[in-house]
């Protein structure tokens, strides 16, 4: 969990420095899947306890 956290970060400080629109794109997906995996990992936790 800590490792996807960590890649969303460097993701995130990649969007704010990025000056190409195509490559923001694929850096916002990429945003998007990681923080859909952690949602998901966050929720299966809940439903455990």
């Not at 190409?20 to 694929?26: C, G, I, P, S, V």
Request: aromatic residues 4%.
């Amino acid at each position: 969990m800590a490792l996807l956290k960590n890649e969303l970060q460097r993701l995130q400080a990649d969007y704010q420095k990025c000056e190409d629109e195509r490559l923001k794109e694929y850096i916002r997906e990429d945003i998007k899947l990681i923080e859909n995996a952690i949602n998901m990992r966050v929720s299966e936790a809940k439903s455990k306890v």
